[in-house]
């Protein structure tokens, strides 16, 4: 049986800087924190000593006070040094969020008696490749997406796993998501709901036209190779 997680002690508070009282919140939550104790620092998601804070690994927690975008860019920010993030919805939908606005001091409460767990979300690299050159690569937490540009027609393309060619396409574009992804762009192009805790990569045309139409559901570890050809 793994080992309970430990309460954490150093908290970082990140709220998007564009959401209407998303700092006030943050602000809130922050002085919450410190009454009890905690190291907590508060800001803007895109702060740059903030930052430092979680990069510099002076942060067990990430706290982030927005939407479903803010949770996204958290995980950018937290995910390469392990630092778990606790999402309070000021934004829509919160797919991605635990708590809303007026849940936080019961949640903050429970999370310091050690009543939590840390649930682990696959992620994905992306890679942009052209003539055997790197342009860069990224980690998703939702998905990556190959697509046409403003031009209104289909794009041709093909899709290889493993070095395997799997099939080809002409369609406006290919998803590749995560389970978490699944309920994002994957969703609204008619693909199906992963449950988050699977570790797969759910390939999804976008308005296919005369081509292979289905979702695809591959393992986790495998490598997609997105080829265009118009």
Known sequence: MPDAPSIP????????????????????????????????????????????????????????????GTMLR??????????????????????????????WHSALEQLLKGEFWIENRMMIRAEHRRSGESLGSWHALNEAVVCRTAAVRPVRFSASVDGMQLTNYVADGLIAATPTGSTAYALAAGGPILPPELRNILLVPIAPHLSFDRAVVLSEGTSVSISLHS
């Open 9 to 68: 002690r150093r908290v970082v508070v990140a709220a998007h800087p564009r959401i209407p009282d998303a700092l006030t919140e943050a602000a809130a939550i922050n002085g919450y924190l410190k009454e009890r104790g905690l190291e907590s620092a508060v800001g803007a998601l895109d702060d740059t000593s903030l930052r430092k804070h979680v990069k510099n690994g002076e942060c067990d927690l990430l706290v982030a006070v927005g939407g479903d």
């Open 74 to 103: 958290a995980s950018h920010l937290g995910a390469p040094f392990n630092v778990p993030v606790l999402g309070i919805n000021m934004g829509r939908l919160g797919f991605l969020i635990q708590f809303s606005r007026g849940e």
